[in-house]
């Protein structure tokens, strides 16, 4: 029962104040982007995951999946939009498209990530024991070949790119938590993870320097999420006592754990900028910004809480892993935004609104964005 539990809520990771436009703000130097790209998991994925066809089947194809917004599954594993989406629409720029399903005018930016996806390729996986739990080989490093192969169609010379990427932003994430949640799925510990940070930190920071040696001057590396306030752990690896959980009733020691990634991810970061000083690389604490309205979400208007889910199949937290959001036997909240939590691994639009908004306007990016 517990290994079919874990599966089903493997697939569901894979799939599985309003924003002013800055164009449309005055004063100051703000950088006007008239371009976009992002790489990552689900968490930013537009429909790549859909696109690949790597799953069985894909619960983010159904509704309710899409349900706010778009009014239709759209490959995004929410009800609406998501933070990359906020950040377009915010810059003026169209929302992303799929590269996997892409147009012919892929000059406005392309959305490279998969829902899924890690920051480590799947040898890592292979030498940790835990290949089999991997729902798609589309790895941050698959998706910056995608970026070097799309790259003569955006320009054709070093100094034409060099114009063209000195107005490009790139958002290099969120990824790396699926790298731990295969990890905890295979029934590694907490030690063993840790163990893992320094790697797949790395790996993220490889890839931004990656993307700087392409031409990059404008890049966003975001930390990861509170994976103790997900209620599908919540739900899975309940802690023991009621000392093991924070005043919100998010898990302590998965969340300290996320705070030792993010911290290995600035710390390396700091490195870069002084290596790249031309570069422009911001930190966005997703952490921080989720548990903001993690810890007051009444204020956010979230009046069910920040970890009930909206869509799903019953239990304290409304996750069920057999009868996860879009599979018989679950439902559907009437007002998503009511809700932070959307599937018990993603958020709503109306969480996802409020960290863009933080990440524009608010204390959580490093140096600020705007």
């Not at 993220?204 to 990861?224: F, Q, S, W």
Request: glycine share 10%; proline share 6%; hydrophobic share 35%.
């Amino acid at each position: 029962m517990a290994i079919s539990r874990l599966s089903v809520l493997v697939a569901l990771l894979a799939c599985c104040c309003s924003l002013v436009r800055v164009s449309q703000c005055g004063g100051g130097n703000r950088q006007n982007y008239t371009s976009m790209f992002s790489f990552g998991d689900s968490l930013t994925d537009t429909g790549n995951l859909l696109a690949s066809s790597q799953l069985p089947f894909t619960t983010v194809g159904r509704f309710p999946y899409g349900m706010t917004y778009f009014h239709r599954p759209t490959g995004r594993c929410s009800d609406g939009r998501l933070v990359v989406d906020f950040l377009a629409q915010a810059f003026g720029l169209p929302l992303l498209q799929p590269y996997l399903s892409r147009g012919k005018d892929v000059r406005q930016g392309v959305n490279f990530a998969v829902g899924g996806a890690t920051a480590m390729d799947p040898p890592f996986f292979e030498g940790i024991g835990a290949s089999d739990k991997l729902w798609t080989n589309l790895s941050l490093s698959v998706q910056l070949d995608w970026f070097e192969k799309l790259k003569p169609s955006l320009c054709d010379s070093p100094k034409n790119c060099k114009e063209y990427f000195s107005n490009s932003l790139f958002l290099v994430g969120e990824i790396g938590g699926n790298d731990y949640n295969y990890a905890f799925f295979k029934g590694k510990t907490l030690d063993d993870a840790k163990s893992y940070v320094p790697t797949v930190a790395s790996a993220v920071i490889d890839a931004t320097e990656r993307l700087i040696k392409a031409g990059a001057m404008h890049l966003v590396v975001p930390g990861n999420l509170p994976m103790g306030c997900s209620s599908a752990y919540l739900t899975l690896h309940p802690g023991r006592n009621s000392s093991d959980y924070d005043s919100v009733g998010c898990l302590k020691t998965y969340n300290d754990f996320t705070q030792r990634h993010n911290a290995m991810v600035q710390q390396k970061l700091q490195v870069l900028r002084l290596k790249y000083p031309n570069a422009r690389i911001m930190y966005a604490d997703y952490y921080g910004a989720a548990m903001s309205f993690a810890r007051n979400p009444k204020k956010f208007g979230f009046k069910h809480g920040p970890l009930k889910t909206c869509c799903g199949g019953g239990g304290p937290y409304n996750f069920n892993p057999v009868a996860s959001c879009g599979v018989r036997g679950s439902s559907v909240c009437a007002d998503p935004s009511a809700y932070a939590n959307w599937d018990g691994v993603h958020l709503t639009e109306a969480a996802y609104r409020a960290i863009a908004d933080s990440i524009l306007h608010g204390p959580y990016t490093s140096p600020r964005l705007l």
